[in-house]
């Protein structure tokens, strides 16, 4: 990229963050963006759209939307909670410094947050994860 010209500037993008109650009605079912969408900053938007697409493959094989609907629902709550932590954290600056001084006073808590952020990670570790976050927080 060393002699390549400038295509373009660089742009922001708006952050949005939506969930829908149904991403199903009849025959006509929602997938990606279009069906909800979590922060851009959590880096999950394709890999959720691949995901619920295959889900709801396999539903329209069975002919069977409802359990697409469910899914759908339970596939969407990590990311959904790791962005909105996300954009609480970008709107509130002491919130930040102190969140990132306990990760970095410890930072096996950080990698246990990127472990839960990517789906690698369990209920116990998840609230343990938690417990010594607030800990560290409070310290802070």
């Known amino acids: 990229l060393e002699k390549a010209e400038l295509s373009s500037r660089e742009r922001r993008a708006i952050t949005s963050m939506h ?15 279009a069906s909800g969408s ?8 394709l890999r959720l759209a691949f995901s619920q697409a295959l889900e709801l493959a396999a539903g329209m ?3 069977e939307l409802r359990e697409y609907q469910s899914f759908h ?8 909670w790791m962005g909105r932590l996300l954009v609480m954290l970008g709107r509130h600056a002491a919130m930040r410094r102190r969140a990132i001084k306990s990760l970095a006073a410890n930072p096996g808590i950080f990698e246990e947050f990127l472990a ?3 789906g690698h990670s369990t209920a116990p570790k998840i609230l343990a994860a938690g417990a010594r976050m607030g800990w560290e927080f409070l310290a802070a």
């Open 61 to 63: 094989r069975r002919g």
């Open 73 to 80: 629902r339970q596939l969407a709550k990590r990311p959904t």
């Open 38 to 45: 979590v922060d851009a900053i959590t880096g999950e938007g």
């Open 116 to 118: 839960i952020h990517g």
């Open 19 to 33: 969930t829908l109650e149904n991403v199903y009605r009849g025959n006509v079912a929602l997938v990606g963006d």
